[in-house]
């Protein structure tokens, strides 16, 4: 198939610290290519693919000191993927609703993978408008708040099965990764670790944003012993952080979309703490990848039974369920629906 891959412009593909969505589209991008697809894949011009790259900026705008207006440059690649529209028999976008008004009005070829959370007012009455985009989510418990919306599929992510390697041995401390965020609850993941008696080690990136709620109520945790705060890091450094940690703590307060992490600490053999929030009983399997917990006290004593959970189980369920050839042949099936629909309304036409 001839195939568009629209990336948000923030990160490169794949990007070279935190970046979520980011790192998912390139994951599938090269995975697509390997199966002998034509892929063009629309980001920045940093990114590294073995696709038809159509760079639209210099490089990642979150990392570009010079950028001061994000939106400009994903409205000029809107214009771009447009003008090559005829090229493509489907159109992937990962931008969330921007692009909603050109493509219900010009009839492309498309469908959308939403990456973020869908509970907010302001978007009820714009998924409204757009009632009859096509639409894939990340995970069942992502479209609770917009059910009735065209849902063409839910597609999990997956990574690579070489990308992280399984360690069959614990190490001896408790792992946070991810942004420090209030939705994020680093502060819970320290009082937690604290009251376990085990070392904590938290690779976090602090967005603008998030600068004030870290200075506040994060850092002051930090003062206190066994918490080590590393700060971002590169994918490169993620999997050993993950493969030598006992567990994963992730002590979530909001409607997660999916968890990356919690696959990729699968993929190690790392079993996951995290709360009942969003995706997380989609995404983990109670009592084989880790625990599933309703607050601190619980999560307190899941520390004390990560011992019984056997590592290799964990690496198990991300062979089976999560890696990106599973995730690649679900796409294809939903791109084929969506060129299918197209030619049958071009043939009614």
């Known amino acids: 198939m001839r195939i568009a891959i629209v990336s948000p412009l923030f990160e490169s593909v794949p990007p070279s610290l935190y970046g979520g969505t980011e790192r998912v589209v390139s994951y599938l991008t090269e995975e697509l290519v390997r ?35 994000t939106l400009a440059y994903h409205v000029i690649m809107l214009d771009e993927v447009i003008e090559s ?30 990456h973020g959370r869908l509970d907010l ?15 894939v989510s990340i995970s069942d418990a992502q479209r609770k708040p917009l059910r009735s919306l065209n849902w063409i599929a839910t597609v999990h992510h997956g990574l690579p099965p070489g990308l992280f390697t399984f360690r069959q041995r614990p190490g001896s401390y408790l792992a946070f990764l991810g942004r420090i965020s209030p939705e ?21 990136k602090i967005d603008r944003v998030d ?30 952080f993950l493969g030598e940690a006992l567990g994963l703590l992730f002590p979530i307060d ?17 079993p996951v703490i995290a709360y009942r929030c969003g995706s997380v009983p989609e995404v983990m399997v109670e009592g084989v990848t880790g625990y599933i917990v309703e607050g601190e006290e619980d999560a307190i004593d899941a520390v004390g039974r990560l011992d019984r959970i056997a590592r290799a189980d964990c690496r198990r369920v991300f062979e089976q369920r999560y890696t990106v050839e599973r995730m690649a042949r679900s796409y294809l099936d939903v791109y084929q629906h ?9 043939s009614v036409a």
């Open 35 to 69: 199966q002998g697809h034509q892929v063009t894949l629309f980001a920045s011009g940093d990114s590294r693919t073995n696709a038809s790259l159509r760079p639209v900026t210099r490089r990642g705008l979150r990392l570009d000191p010079d950028c001061q207006d």
């Open 85 to 114: 529209a005829s090229e493509f028999d489907v159109i992937h976008f990962n931008i969330d609703y921007w692009h909603f008004p050109l493509s219900k009005w010009l009839g492309l070829p498309s469908v959308t993978t939403l």
């Open 121 to 135: 007012p302001d978007l009820v009455p714009l998924y409204a408008r757009f009632q009859e985009m096509p639409l």
């Open 184 to 204: 994020k609850r680093p502060d819970l993941a320290i009082h937690i670790a604290r009251r376990a008696g085990i070392p904590l080690k938290m690779a976090a």
């Open 211 to 240: 600068r004030p709620y870290f200075e506040q109520c994060i850092r002051p945790l930090l003062a206190g012993p066994g918490v080590e705060f590393i700060g971002e890091i590169e994918d490169r450094d993620k999997d050993r």
């Open 254 to 270: 909001w409607p997660e979309p999916f968890g990356l992490v919690m696959v990729e600490a699968m993929a190690c053999g790392t």
């Open 338 to 346: 969506i060129a299918h629909s197209q030619n049958r309304l071009a």
